[in-house]
Antibody, heavy 119, light 107 residues
Framework: EVQLVESGGGVGQPGGSLRLSCTAS????????MHWVRQRPGKGLEWVSV????????YYADSVQGRFTISRDNTENSLYLQMNSLKTDDTAVYYC????????????WGRGTLVTVSS | DIQMTQSPSYLSASVGDRVTITCRAAQTIGRDLTWYQQRQGEAPRLLIYGATSLHSGVSSRFSGGVSGTEFTLIISSLQPEDFATYYC?????????FGQGTKLEIK
C-alpha cells in the first residue's frame, strides 16, 4: 500500500525557515517524480514544486521561487521542502504527492502538514 | 503561466442528479488535464487523468470530456459521498496550475 507521511509543520516566524519532510513507502520511491502542493486555510489547491526521480530537475511556482528548495534522498525514501524567508502568505497545509509513472497526474497524496507563519 | 478557469464555483444538486463541471484553459494544453476530488478535511484524490481516463478504483459515475481548451467533469448520478470540492489541474507546462475549485453541495 502506498503511503506518504508529511512531517515538520508547525509555527514559523516571518523571515524564518522550516523544513518539511515526506516519508514514502509501498512503492519504489526512486522511480517517480514527487510534488509539493499547498492549500491555504479555506482556499483552493496551489501547486508548489516538483522534483524528478533522480533529483536533477526541479521546478517551482513563482510564489516560492528563490525561497523554497525541493530535494530528495532516495536512500531514505524521503522528500523534503526547505522553506526560507517565510511569509505569512505561506501559511497552509502542505501535501506531498507522488506523480504517476505514465503522466504528470498525482496518483497518491499524503494527509498534509500544517505550516503557520506568524509572529 | 497557463490559467485554468473552473465553473461554476458552487453547485447545489440532489442525490441522483447529473452534474457537469467545466474547466477552461487559457491556451492549448492538449489532453494534459487532471480532475481531483477533495472531501472536507481530507487530502485530494485522483479521479480522471489525460482528460478522459478514469483512475483505477474510481466509480464509473465519473467521466471526463474535452473539446479544444474546454474540459468537463460529469457525474452521472450523484451519490452522498460525491458532495465535495472538485479541482482541475493542467500538466502541460510548469507551473502546473489548478483551477479555483467547484464546491458541490447538497440541495
Amino acid at each position: 500500500e502506498v503511503q506518504l507521511v508529511e512531517s515538520g509543520g508547525g509555527v514559523g516566524q516571518p523571515g524564518g525557515s522550516l523544513r518539511l519532510s515526506c516519508t514514502a513507502s509501498g512503492f519504489t520511491f526512486d522511480d517517480y517524480s514527487m510534488h509539493w502542493v499547498r492549500q491555504r486555510p479555506g482556499k483552493g489547491l496551489e501547486w508548489v514544486s516538483v522534483i524528478s526521480w533522480d533529483g536533477d530537475i526541479s521546478y517551482y511556482a513563482d510564489s516560492v521561487q528563490g525561497r523554497f528548495t525541493i530535494s530528495r534522498d532516495n536512500t531514505e525514501n524521503s522528500l523534503y521542502l526547505q522553506m526560507n524567508s517565510l511569509k505569512t502568505d505561506d501559511t497552509a497545509v502542505y501535501y506531498c504527492a507522488k506523480q504517476d509513472g505514465f503522466g504528470f497526474h498525482l496518483d497518491y497524496w499524503g494527509r498534509g502538514t500544517l505550516v503557520t507563519v506568524s509572529s | 503561466d497557463i490559467q485554468m478557469t473552473q465553473s461554476p464555483s458552487y453547485l447545489s444538486a440532489s442525490v441522483g442528479d447529473r452534474v457537469t463541471i467545466t474547466c477552461r484553459a487559457a491556451q492549448t494544453i492538449g489532453r494534459d488535464l487532471t480532475w481531483y476530488q477533495q472531501r472536507q478535511g481530507e487530502a485530494p484524490r485522483l479521479l480522471i487523468y489525460g482528460a478522459t481516463s478514469l483512475h483505477s478504483g474510481v466509480s464509473s459515475r465519473f467521466s471526463g470530456g474535452v473539446s479544444g481548451t474546454e474540459f468537463t467533469l460529469i457525474i452521472s448520478s450523484l451519490q452522498p459521498e460525491d458532495f465535495a470540492t472538485y479541482y482541475c489541474q493542467q500538466s502541460h507546462n510548469t507551473p502546473y496550475n489548478f483551477g479555483q475549485g467547484t464546491k458541490l453541495e447538497i440541495k
